[in-house]
């Protein structure tokens, strides 16, 4: 199907929201639009950030998700507790391959699972005391651990445990950082609250602990990276490039970050912000109590990039910004001669995406260096100024929804018939069983980086090699009739 018309994407909507009963269809409509790129406030067509219509198939996660799994987990030096039933801190061990440098079990934890393993006698008769024992024998074990997390499951705040209490006692006994962490995945509509909640507990019991502390040694060049979780290592790709213009990263997190890095932030004179969504809470905080500046970056694709790099270098002085043109010249061979190898393969390809974070918008630049078209997006957690940004990146009369249904997702896969789609895990093999070529957008689909000029080739390579895999052609979804058959059959 070629591009849709304003009136007939307008008519697809219509059309998918027709199996829902009236009060459904009227709620899921305000989160499905036809994007125009000349509205300046996306509140004006489409509603984000409400609660997911009981008995749909939503893709969103829950506070704990957003606090563990996002911004804690990574901090590769803490231990971090999943306080409450096993379950949860299984399934959030180690699936963002949010990647680091350490030695598993010595001085980084990350991949690892600590867990209070709560039963039904924790239920009835609480969890602290069984708290405080764990958190003992963590420092026995694990002595150099430089801080540890208690990353609340819905039980904790069901039964009014008291988790500060023991943090806090913890915390003066063993001289160094507890952080309490309220988290409950009942909380709010999606992870979304929970990366809020984590921001919180990082302001309140990590931030300022350096505060007067002046025997750090400043330079007017010293940034953070702030919101880049290092998924296959792309905060190394990123941070190569901000090192390579003249600037020097002090604080890099969450992403192969520390406990020191995140107190050491408050020293830096630019935050760099990659996640928007998770972490422009503290960059707000800091920008207020500190005085110090933030900055969004999109470090996907060579145009983003030197968008971004030249954003970057204007709060600098001009031994940076000629640092900036000194990096994107550099690399212009090499990202000219990636666009020469992929771009006649990948020319006039259609993109479906449905993902979380930032990639919704970020990603877009990369696929347009490459000659493909990004005819639907959407996010499953986003508030209203995700969109405001999103609005701008997007053709006219292309989809956008908002915390999209399983069912609306393939309904608008199959009137629009993208050439790729790219979401999450849960999404994969279902657009796989149709024959439609996935990439997984969350983790990369196990590689990367796709950060920076190096993670650039990384990303057309990965995008050429589905694509274009012959075992496509191959294949048929099992519920696709074949129209030869009868006439075959006839002729016999």
């Not at 107190?263 to 960059?283: Q, W």
């Amino acid at each position: 199907m070629t591009n849709l018309t304003r009136e007939e994407t307008e008519a697809l909507i219509a059309e998918v929201l027709e199996i829902y009963p009236e009060k459904a269809k009227k709620d899921r409509a305000k989160h499905l639009t036809v994007n125009d790129q000349s509205v300046e406030q996306s509140k004006k067509c489409i509603t984000s950030n409400r609660k997911s219509l009981p008995g749909v198939m939503t893709i969103r996660g829950c506070a704990y998700a957003g606090s563990k799994g996002v911004v804690w987990g990574p901090i590769k030096d803490m231990i971090h507790i999943s306080h409450g039933p096993v379950g949860c801190g299984q399934y959030s061990r180690a699936g963002r391959r949010n990647y680091y440098v350490g030695t598993t079990g010595i001085n980084t934890f990350g991949t690892m699972n600590f867990t209070s393993d709560f039963q039904e006698k924790d239920i009835v008769f609480g969890g602290d005391k069984k708290l405080a024992k764990l958190i003992g024998e963590i420092e026995t074990l694990f002595p150099l651990a430089k801080g540890i997390s208690v990353q609340s499951e819905c039980p904790i705040g069901l039964i009014g445990d008291d988790i500060e209490a023991v943090s806090k006692k913890a915390s003066k006994e063993l001289n160094k950082p507890v952080v309490p962490v309220r988290c409950e995945g009942f909380r709010g509509v999606s992870q979304s609250l929970g990366h809020h909640i984590a921001n919180d507990a990082v302001r309140d019991w990590v931030l300022s602990n350096r505060d007067g502390d002046n025997s750090f040694q400043t330079t007017p060049y010293d940034v953070s990276i702030i919101g880049d979780y290092n998924i296959g290592g792309d905060a190394w790709s990123s941070r190569t490039l901000l090192e390579e213009m003249g600037l020097r990263v002090v604080a890099q997190w969450s992403g192969d970050g520390t406990l020191a890095e995140m107190e050491l932030t408050p020293k830096v004179k630019l935050n760099l912000l990659h996640c928007y969504r998770s972490m422009n809470y503290i960059s707000r905080h800091m920008e207020e109590k500190y005085g110090i500046p933030w900055v969004e970056y999109n470090f996907f694709g060579p145009t983003k990039i030197a968008e971004s790099l030249r954003k970057i270098a204007s709060y600098f002085d001009d031994t940076i910004k000629a640092g900036a043109e000194r990096v994107i010249e550099r690399y212009k061979a090499e990202y000219e001669a990636v666009i020469a190898k992929y771009k006649p393969r990948l020319q006039g390809k259609r993109v479906m995406l449905y993902i979380g974070g930032l990639r919704p918008r970020h990603v877009i630049g990369a696929y347009e260096d490459l000659g493909m078209e990004v005819v639907g997006t959407g996010y499953e957690f986003a508030h209203n100024d995700d969109y405001d940004r999103t609005i701008k990146e997007m053709g006219n009369a292309t989809l956008i929804y908002d915390d999209v249904t399983g069912y609306e997702f393939e309904e608008f896969v199959k009137k629009v018939k993208p050439d790729l789609i790219g979401s999450g895990i849960k999404e994969k093999y279902i657009f796989q069983k149709m024959g439609i070529p996935f990439r997984q957008m969350h983790s990369w689909d196990y590689s990367g980086p796709y950060h920076g000029y190096d993670g650039f080739a990384i990303f057309a390579r990965d995008m050429d090699m589905t694509l274009n895999n012959p075992c496509w052609g191959q294949m048929k979804a099992p519920w696709i009739k074949d129209e030869a058959a009868p006439a075959v059959a006839a002729a016999a």
